[in-house]
Nanobody, 120 residues
Framework: QVHLEESGGGLVQPGGSLRLSCVAS????????MGWYRQAPGKQRELVAR???????YYADSVKDRFTISRDNARSTVSLQMNDLKPEDTDVYYC??????????????WGQGTQVTVAS
């Protein structure tokens, strides 16, 4: 069984910072891309940032220069440092990982989501 566990969400004022973390656990042979998505009620889930196994990042235009994604391959973790947060960043944030497990082969896995609220 593969499990993604997120942490670090919460309430922050505009201009503030939060750091999200996600750890993948279970029987995992290899992890390819890891990333973060977000979703507001009634809207489609959208990509925020992702990072390849060799550390190449990609960011959505809306978060460039404010968010930084990083990963620790030895610990199977991915983090998202979010600075200069805006009210429009309020969403549920989901960790995603494309990985190889002996029971599923190469598959996408998702965390349960963590709420980020940016408000005065």
């Amino acid at each position: 069984q593969v499990h993604l566990e997120e942490s670090g969400g919460g309430l922050v004022q505009p201009g503030g910072s939060l750091r999200l973390s996600c750890v993948a656990s279970g029987t995992i042979f290899s992890i390819s891309t890891m990333g973060w998505y977000r979703q507001a009620p009634g809207k489609q889930r959208e990509l925020v940032a992702r990072i390849t196994s060799v550390g190449t990042p990609y960011y959505a235009d809306s978060v460039k220069d404010r968010f930084t994604i990083s990963r620790d391959n030895a610990r199977s973790t991915v983090s998202l440092q979010m600075n200069d947060l805006k009210p429009e960043d309020t969403d549920v944030y989901y960790c995603n990982s494309y990985l190889y497990s002996p029971t599923t082969g190469w598959s996408d896995f998702w965390g349960q989501g963590t709420q980020v609220t940016v408000a005065s």
